[in-house]
């Protein structure tokens, strides 16, 4: 799939929105990027293509956050980690249905979409959360 729109974080929260997780392939050197940027940071290329890529990886790390920014005061404790997805790309997010304790390092985690709540303050921008593998809904 060769989606030629912007290369820009918009454009991917744009396509977050359509439930499709995609990064940028130089189109000189073939390196993907995630998060999108304007420059290949191997070759210095600005020309690139959207490719989909896995919703699927393992856990990295993770921490638990107890005092929250005021937007975020109402899901305190939360969790954020850092999967590894099957691309070799690194995807950050916040981590749902499980618990802080049950985590573990290596889990399988999928990236599941979430619709945007028109009167959010911020980020105005669809999202997107982890979970484990084997929780559906």
């Not at 977050?16 to 993907?32: E, N, R, T, V, Y």
Request: proline letters at 9%; one cysteine or more.
């Amino acid at each position: 799939m060769n989606i030629q729109e912007p290369f820009s974080i918009e454009q991917f929260y744009k396509l977050i929105s359509q439930d499709k997780l995609m990064a940028g392939k130089c189109l000189k050197c073939g390196k993907l990027h995630l998060p999108p940027r304007p420059l290949c940071d191997n070759c210095y290329n600005t020309q690139f293509e959207w490719i989909p890529i896995s919703n699927k990886g393992k856990l990295l790390t993770y921490t638990v956050i107890h005092i929250a920014p005021p937007q975020f005061h109402h899901l305190a404790p939360y969790t954020i980690g850092i999967i590894e997805l099957d691309d070799n790309l690194k995807l950050p997010g916040v981590i749902q249905n499980i618990s802080h304790e049950q985590l573990k390092i290596g889990m399988h985690l999928t990236v599941h979409f979430d619709s945007c709540n028109e009167s959010q303050t911020w980020p105005p921008w669809p999202k997107y959360h982890l979970k484990p593998v084997d929780i559906i809904n």
